[in-house]
Structure formats: C-alpha cells, structure tokens
C-alpha cells in the first residue's frame, strides 16, 4: 500500500513541542519579540498556537535541532537567518517604520527595547557573502537565488538591490547599472508626463502655436472674441476619442486607486497618516497604479495590487543610498510590472475558470496538499467542507502579504522571488507548508473553527514555514 | 483643473418647456464641480434638476423666479478667482457694460456672471471680466432678437480661465473658447 501518511519528518517532536532553553522551560511561551532575550542559536519555542504533544520534552530534545540533520544545508542558515528575523522583530517596531534609518542597524539591531542577540557568526558572514556577491563584476545570479532563498539581511539595503536584481530590473552586469537606471527612470518621467496629465494641460499644450490669451489687467476694454476649440475638445464632449472623456471615464479609477492606497497599511507610518512624507508616499503609490492601470487596459487597477506595490516600495524607498530612494517611484513600477507579469492573471475575472486562472491555481494548491498530506486534505475537503476558496484566494492573490506582519512578509517574499522555480510554484508550496503546519488544530476542527483558524492565520516562525515549504519541492 | 457651470434665464415652464435635448445629453453628473445659474428658472423642477448635476449650486434672483428667497447678488471664491453672480435686471440700463462694470467693482470680483439679455457676452474691462451665458433655452427676451440657447463652461486651472461657450445653432452645438488669464492674485 502507498504510504500517504505524513512523513516522519514532519511528526517528530521537533515541530510540535516548544524548545526550551537550557535552563528551566518559562513558564509560557514567552511572546515573539521578547525572544531576544534568549540566547540567540537556538530555536525560538513556537508559540502555543502550534499545539504540542503533552509529554515535556526531556532536555535531550534540546540537543536535537543540531543531532538531526534531515536537510542538513538549510538548517543552519535557516536557524541563523531567524536569528536575524529576530533583530527584526525587535527593531522593527511599527511606529519605526517612518524613519529611512529602518533599513541602517537592524542587523544585530540595537534600537530594540529588549536586549537584543549579538548577531550570530553565521548570519554577519552570510551578508558578507551577499554583500561579496553582489560586489561581482557580473553577478552569478544562481548563486545570489541560494543565497537569497535563505533570506535576506536588513541592512545595507541589500533587500532593495537583490529584489531589483531578481525581478530582471538590474542587469547582472554591474557595469551596465547606472546607464540602465538611468535609462529607466527617465523613461518613467516621460510616461508620468504624457499619461497622468489633466485634460486641462493637455489641451493647452495642443493648442501652444494658437493662443490668444487675454490678460485680465492689461489691455483696453472691449468684447473677448471667441476663438475655435481644436479638435472638437471640450470639457463635456462625449466622443470617444476626446481627452476630456477618457478622464472622466477613468475618475472611476482614480477614486478607487484612491481609496485603496489610503487603506493600506494603515498601522504603518511610512504609508498612513498626515505627515508629508506619508502624504507624498501615497502619492507615489497613486501615481503608480494609476499609470499601471492606463498602460494595461486589459486589466487596468484591481483591488489587491497595492498591496502587492506596498513591499517593493517600501523596500526602495529606504534603501540607504540616497539616489536609490529618490528614484524609489521609479524603480518600484518597473519591478511592479516585472511581478505583476507572472501574477496578473490572477487578477483578470474572465480567467478566473480557465487553465491559468486563480480557480486553477487553487486546485493546484489542493493537489499539492493531496499529495503530501492526503489526511489533511479529506478533512478539510471533504469532512469540513472547507473550500479551499475561502482561504487561499487572498493567500495566492496578495502573495502571502496579508497573513503576516509585514517584516514576516518581506522575509516571506525574498523566497518567493529567488527561488528557481518561480514565484508561483514557490507560494503554492509555502501555502501547503502553512496548511500542513497547523494540521493538528485542522483535524480537530471543525468548519467554523478550522475557517476562522485559515483566515487569520496564527503568527508562526517563518523560517518554520520556509523550511518546511522547501522540503515539500524534493516530492 | 476645476468645472464651473454658468447658466441662467431657462424661464421654465412659461417660455421654454425644457432644456434643448441636445444641451441635456452633454449635462452629466460627475464632470462639473460648481453650477452657476443667473436666474429665472423659474419652478423648483428646474432647481432639483440643476441639483443632481452638481450638488454645490448657486442661484440669485430673476424677477421671474418662484423662490424668493435667492439672493440678489452672490460671490464665491474659486481657486484663484472671485465670482459674483446678479441676475442683471437690477443693473439699470439692461445690459449695460459701464454700469455692469460698476457693479462689479462694488462686488470686487474678478469675473461677474449676470444674465437677463438672453445673449451670450463676454466683456472685458479694468476692473474684470463680465460674462453673459445666455438663455440656456433660448427663451423669448423683449430686448433681444433671435435668441440662441446657450450657456457657458468654465475650466478654471491655477491663475487661467478657459471658458467654454456652447451654443445651439441650427440644431447643432457649436463649441467656442476663450482663453483668459490673471497676472497677480
């Protein structure tokens, strides 16, 4: 009989039962952020969300995330890269989020309120390896991928420079970069021009050779002549073509563009609030979509893509280098469209049932869960009826940037986009690892429960979940 | 970039029935920002109509008006530029330049919207600017022959006017700008 059970891997202790530390368990789990006070190599306890065995675990386990070895590459730099996501957690304070200084210090971080970990050896060695990497005269990009699919540093602005470089925006030719940048931004100049002017301007700029223009305080008294409107453009002209209507048509838009830049992330400064700064980051974000949407008339602005532009404008909006930052607007669309062009037909509502469509990819999850976890898959189907719909359309959708703070979800995504395999295959592969994870809470549920466990997923160790998603490839 | 409608001296119902239906396809919600009408309606109807096109309308007195309660004259502020509204029957000669020139003054705004000629002006002197958008239907005037219905449409952006004057001639819209500009504030 083919074995469908869970693996063994996946049943042992190690995942489900809290580490402790050397010394006597704490009495709760302490929560995430306090984690730094801790000794940093070792496994952070999960929180009492993932549900344990109710046997202690006797100290040998302790010793037993460095006994095993069950993927002996991924271990070490997985453990060393929380470590580092917990410099994270203790610098990355939402209230944190205006200052550009974010992205500075974090590594090894020191503006946490809790002691933090001195960074591990591992972890100050592997930003010296990207930062060697991405020193390259041509940058070897299948090793920047390993390396990045472990996660990436905070500091130096490396995350901004390795998305760039993922997404295709860089070439791996260091010494094309400027000429290229260049290239780029100016190009995105001239589409804010010519597309996002008003219909005032443009008219005025069509009209420049025939102006008769009167002052108002110079010149004698006498009757205005009228003057003949060019090309039929006038502010209430219905035709097709005419600027004035294609404006008015895309108000729409505008207003929903509008409304939904204001709601994101509205804990985080950098994005909300009445600061200049947030004021004219919204704006960047605006004038983004906006721009999205006129040069993709297939699919113009969906709600959702902001958040998918919030990451990547965030990230190049706090890259140290201060041409960098000042040209973030620009490099963010070009990477935009980059991302979009593997996610867009998740957008699109007339693919929704086709072969490519979000519907698709949610039966794919569904196979892949069947594959790995067939129990877990025939409890949720078929026993709780819980379809898969209701929970990974906005998993798959967003990319995964919904269900976790938005630190996790930048770690979250720096797998997505390095990973070989591409980002879709990667986040069918996270969202089974999430599924599989909580199985335990799954198949003592029922629909309600296990509905309201899937929707607000619980705040789990993300390298947990990379880990896990990456041993679910090798099947 | 902000729409502002002119219109004014429909005299609905007693001497048009309604706005040509011409004029009302082009009259949308949405596109306008401000209504500016002149006066003579004359029903509550045409106050509701004038309503859903914008919701911020402003309206003085014709001597024909049902509501008395319009005001004679009115200014507001528009981005740049002051507007005063009067229905112009008030300003004695009708229609005259100089005297509207002196009410202008008394209101101290840069462009004065009046009506009553049933004829569409536009006038430029010292103190401003004078604009008549005419009879939006083309209602009988004692002192004007041949009236055309027209009215007006201003797109005020930063310190420049343009002002879009449509007219029903012959059964077709004839579309015609003028282009104005303030130096100082």
């Known amino acids: 009989m083919v074995n469908k059970r869970v693996p063994d891997w ?17 009495p709760s789990p302490p929560p995430l952020s306090a984690v730094a006070i801790s000794d940093p190599p070792l496994l952070i306890p999960p929180p009492p969300a993932i549900a344990r065995p109710s046997e202690p675990p006797p100290s040998s386990t302790s010793s037993s995330p460095y006994a095993h070895a069950p993927k002996g590459e991924n271990r070490d730099p997985l453990t060393s890269s929380y470590a580092n996501n917990t410099s994270v957690y203790c610098t990355d304070d939402d209230e944190d989020d205006g200052s550009p200084s974010y992205s500075a210090p974090s590594n090894g971080g020191d503006s946490g ?21 991405l020193s390259r005269k041509v940058i070897n990009m299948v090793e920047l991928r390993k390396l990045a699919s472990q996660g990436l540093p905070d500091g130096a602005g490396i995350r901004a420079t390795v998305w760039k470089l993922l997404l295709g925006y860089l070439p791996t030719d260091r010494f094309l970069w400027p000429s290229e940048l260049a290239k780029k931004r100016s190009q995105y100049k001239q589409f804010k021009e010519e597309l996002l002017m008003n219909p005032s301007e443009i008219t005025r700029r069509m009209e420049k050779s025939s102006l008769e223009n009167h002052e108002l305080e110079a010149g004698s008294p006498g009757f205005m002549s009228r003057s003949e409107i060019s090309h039929g453009e006038h502010p209430l002209s219905l035709g097709k073509s005419s600027v004035w209507n294609q404006f008015f048509q895309e108000t729409e838009i505008k207003e929903q563009i509008d409304r939904d830049v204001m709601r994101t992330h509205p804990d985080i400064h950098f994005f909300s609030g009445d600061s200049t700064f947030a004021k004219s980051n919204q704006e960047a974000l605006k004038n983004i979509l906006n721009l999205f949407a006129k040069l993709n008339p297939g699919i113009r602005y969906v709600q959702g893509m902001n958040e998918l532009l919030a990451p990547l404008f965030y990230m190049f909006k706090n890259d140290p280098d201060e041409e960098n930052a000042a040209s973030a607007e620009a490099d963010t669309f070009f990477c935009f469209v980059e991302l979009m062009s593997g996610f ?21 999850l569904s196979h892949l869960l069947k594959e790995h976890d067939e129990e877990l898959w025939r409890h949720l189907e078929m026993t709780t009826k819980v379809n898969p719909q209701f ?35 990667t986040l069918l592969r996270v969202c089974c690892a999430m599924l599989v994870i909580v199985r335990k809470r799954l198949l003592a549920g029922d629909f309600t429960s296990n509905l309201k466990l899937l929707q607000n997923y619980p705040s789990t160790n993300i390298s947990h979940i990379l880990y896990v998603a990456n041993k679910l490839r090798a099947h | 970039m902000v729409l502002v409608l002119a219109l004014g001296d429909l005299h609905i119902p007693h001497r048009a029935p309604d706005l040509p239906a011409k004029f009302k396809s082009m009259l949308v919600p949405g596109k306008i920002q401000h209504v500016i009408c002149t006066g003579n309606l004359c029903i509550k109807e045409v106050h509701d109509y004038l309503k859903t096109l914008c919701p911020d309308l402003h309206i003085t007195r014709g001597e024909y008006d049902d509501d008395a309660r319009y005001p004679d004259t009115k200014t507001l502020t528009i981005g740049q530029f002051k507007l005063g509204i009067c229905h112009g029957h008030q300003v004695i000669p009708w229609g005259d330049l100089d005297s509207l020139a002196m009410l ?60 879009y004057v449509y007219e029903l001639i012959d059964g077709e819209v004839k579309v015609d700008k003028i282009d104005f500009k303030k130096t100082t504030n």
């Open chain 1, 10 to 26: 996946l049943n042992s202790s190690l995942w489900s039962s809290p580490q402790p530390p050397p010394s006597p368990p704490p």
């Open chain 1, 113 to 133: 309120a809790a002691a933090p970990p001195p960074p591990a050896a591992q972890d100050v060695s592997r930003q010296a390896q990207i930062l060697q990497e």
């Open chain 1, 344 to 364: 867009r037909d998740n957008f699109v509502q007339q693919l929704d049932n086709s072969v490519v469509g979000i519907r698709a990819t949610i039966s794919r």
């Open chain 2, 104 to 163: 202008q003054r008394q209101l101290d705004v840069d462009i004065l919207v009046t009506g009553h000629s049933h004829q569409f002006t536009a006038y430029k002197h010292e103190a401003g600017v004078v604009i008549n958008p005419g009879s939006a239907t083309g209602a009988f005037s004692s002192i004007t022959y041949d009236v055309n219905p027209s009215f007006v449409l201003m797109d005020i952006d930063g310190l420049r006017v343009v002002v």
């Open chain 1, 391 to 425: 929970y990974a359309f906005r998993w798959i959708t967003l990319l995964l940037t919904q269900e976790f703070n938005f630190a996790d979800s930048l770690f979250i995504w720096d797998t997505l986009l390095s990973d070989p395999d591409g980002p879709q295959e």
